[in-house]
């Protein structure tokens, strides 16, 4: 198969276009590119197809792992591609590493080193407590994230665009070296005992936390995977989408309870609202993404959305009079979970009426199913409901779905 | 109801440009005169009320951009005008001392010049729905000449200052406090000429790049 490769502007970037074979791959043809072009290795290359001229749509980025033909749109024999230069681009490794080395090794300096002879303070520095403390734990914070960054993360990209480096380290390194110049100043105020222990006690607690949070994302990735998202779940994710965040800007909020410079308190508000925009796109992604149609799962919703569900029991005799009847709500997560409460409220109730044969209706297919079937339950929060339910049950009940 | 409040917005609107252009032209206005009757030394002396309420209204143009009241992405109109309003009252007002300088008199009129032409614009189009062809080039001209003018009376003004800052120590916190901050006005006036090395040339590329669009349309229309 032929494939033309065009750049944005419609001129061609490889003259004459390359010949594949028709079981070719994108990662084949990145491949092919780099060969002809020498400078532009495949995670350099944005390859979309052409969108129609005027067209206002976002173009459709070809996935390298999937076959040039998925592509093609009937005609096989020919392809066109259009070719973005990402720019130079170093691993996501490599960029954190940078990021987070200027912190590490910056702040010490400010701790060791007659740094404020420069600045025109004379004379010799007493150190507080809570300044040494607070060395520990910030070498210790950033000590934890190259480890990370090392040992833990699994990125759903490879590579970052190089400019990003100059713009994150510069962020990271003057952020550091302006905190570390307060909290280490010969003029610094230490706080009360107390609100240093509670500060750095909840800070610590929040980084274990962090922790934890990183370890549930980098199993929701298989260790050969390339990427791609998944519902993160467990912990404090059942609650909000990143936890990560949370636990990250808390524990900088333990940092400055204990320390308390202005200073730290900029970096959290900066910090804050930076880490904020990024899991309000990741939820929106995530939602978008798991949609709940033609088979995929669907996001579950976060605390913000519990939900108020009214719950009614109807009990009827043999010959469908209504005999009693209790009405009541509560709160839930999920639609699911309602039902199989539901059905857990009729039991309780038609224990009153233990000598007859009961008949159970109600319009949750999949809580009847797993409740008749033993099938899987649908939702994580159903488990102990069903578990009550499975308890209730005498054994002539009769369950229907309507 | 949708209508209403489209009627609403653009009667606010044309008040706003307007009571706006109208300051500004009282800054112009009041600036050559003294500078032709009495000199550049008078200048400030004569603009100064007109000039801070003008200057400061500004800020309300920032809110419009946030809530969606007009199209202008806040990254173009928080740099212009933050550091018009640190001129006029991070410097002019807090330092008397440099108020006869000359660039006062260049600093003024390019600004004055600019907003009258920018706010009858945008008054223009408030009110008739579109702004005469030679205002949009004028709006979109003028910068060309005036931008240099304005940002080297401003850079200016702000290096002739920093002995006074010095000296005087206005606005300075010192260590040690409880909250363990310290702000040197002197060293953040010098960050400020710093920014001005990348956003000069920035800015002046932005307004190119506006002027290429909105003038090539123009002509098409």
Known sequence: ?402 | MAGVLSLLRRLYLTVYNWTVFFGWSQVLFLAVKTLKDSGHEHVYNAVEKPLQLAQTAAVLEILHGLVGLVRSPITATLPQIGSRLYLTWGILYSFPEIRSNFLVTSLVISWSITEIIRYSFFGMKEVLGFAPSWLMWLRYSTFLLLYPTGISSEVGLVYFALPYMKESEKYCIRMPNKWNYSFDNFCAAILVLGTYIPGSPHMYGYMLGQRKKALSKSKRE
């Open chain 1, 1 to 402: 198969m032929k494939v033309s490769i065009v750049s944005r502007s419609g001129r061609e970037v490889i003259k004459g276009g390359l010949e594949l074979s028709d079981s070719a791959t994108v990662a084949d043809l990145q491949e092919a590119i780099h060969r002809r072009t020498k400078k532009f290795y495949p995670s350099r290359q944005r390859l979309t197809l052409p969108l129609p001229p005027g067209s206002k749509e976002r173009p459709i980025v070809l996935n390298y792992k999937k076959n040039l033909k998925e592509y093609c749109d009937g005609n096989l024999d020919n392809l066109t591609v259009v070719f973005k230069d990402l720019g130079p681009q170093v691993s996501y490794r490599t960029l954190f590493f940078c990021e987070y080395l200027g912190p590490l090794v910056l702040y010490p300096v400010f701790y060791y080193f007659p740094v404020y002879k420069f600045f025109g303070y004379k004379g010799e520095r007493i150190i507080h407590p809570v300044q040494t403390y607070a060395l520990y734990y910030w070498c210790f914070h950033y000590f934890k994230r190259i480890m990370e960054t090392f040992f833990v993360h699994r990125f759903s990209h490879a590579t970052s665009p190089l400019s990003n480096v100059f713009r994150n380290c510069a962020y990271y390194w003057t952020f550091g070296s302006y905190i570390a110049y307060y909290v280490n100043h010969p003029l610094y105020t230490p706080v009360s005992d107390l609100q240093m222990k509670i500060g750095f006690g909840f800070g610590l607690v929040c980084q274990l936390a962090n922790f934890y949070c990183h370890m549930l994302l980098r199993n929701l990735r298989r260790p050969d995977g390339n990427g791609g998202y998944q519902i993160p779940s467990g912990f404090l994710f059942n609650i909000v989408t990143c936890a990560n965040y949370t636990t990250e800007i808390y524990q900088w909020l333990g940092f400055n309870t204990a320390t308390q410079t202005v200073a730290g308190y900029v970096f959290l508000v900066v910090a804050t609202s930076i880490m904020t925009n990024w899991a309000l796109a990741k939820h929106r992604r995530l939602k978008k993404l798991f949609d709940g149609k033609d088979g995929r799962p669907k996001y579950p919703r976060r605390w913000n959305g519990t939900l108020k569900a009214g719950i009614e029991i109807v009990c009827r005799n043999h010959r469908g009079h209504i005999i009693d009847g209790k009405g009541f709500t509560i709160r839930i997560l999920s639609v699911a979970p309602g039902k199989a409460k539901a059905i857990r409220e009729a039991l309780h109730f038609a224990a009153n009426f233990s000598s007859c044969p009961i008949t159970i209706e109600s319009d949750a297919a999949a809580v009847v199913s797993a409740i008749k079937d033993s099938n899987p339950v649908p939702d994580w929060e159903i488990v102990p409901v069903m578990a009550d339910i499975k308890h209730l049950c005498p054994p002539w009940l009769v369950f229907l779905h309507a």
